[in-house]
């Protein structure tokens, strides 16, 4: 059973940046496609950014793509996502998740984290 564990998340103003990080014990992620998604209050669940094994595709939302980087590192069962130029709008809890296949739905993961909290003040 695979146990993922976020973190980085906090307040921060905007046109600021955060890195958070999502580790992943209890089993091996290497081979995994690996993916953030958030959740703002009243919101429903929406994808971010993904990542597959090799590191050579990821996939990113239009709403972050150019500001958010998404990488990893095999070795340390751990994925990053990178958040430049943030905005309100990215006040969310973000999660992440390994999945069976690369793709932008949540029903393509069936591990997630407990998520962490991003507020970014205008």
């Known amino acids: 059973q695979v146990q993922l564990v976020e973190s980085g998340g906090g307040l921060v103003q905007a046109g600021g940046s955060l890195r958070l990080s999502c580790v992943a014990s209890?089993?091996?992620?290497?081979?995994?496609?690996v993916g953030w998604f958030r959740q703002a209050p009243g919101k429903e669940r929406e994808f971010v950014a993904a990542?597959?094994?090799?590191?050579?595709?990821?996939y990113y939302s239009g709403s972050v793509k150019g500001r958010f980087t998404i990488s990893r590192d095999n070795a340390k069962n751990t994925v990053y996502l990178q958040m430049n130029s943030l905005k309100p709008e990215d006040t969310a809890v973000y999660y992440c998740?390994?999945?069976?296949?690369?793709?932008?739905?949540?029903?393509?993961?069936?591990?997630w984290g407990q998520g962490t909290q991003v507020t970014v003040s205008s």
């Open positions: 998740a390994v999945g069976k296949s690369l793709g932008t739905s949540a029903h393509d993961y069936n591990y």
């Open positions: 209890g089993g091996t992620v290497s081979g995994a496609p």
């Open positions: 990542i597959n094994w090799s590191r050579g595709i990821t």
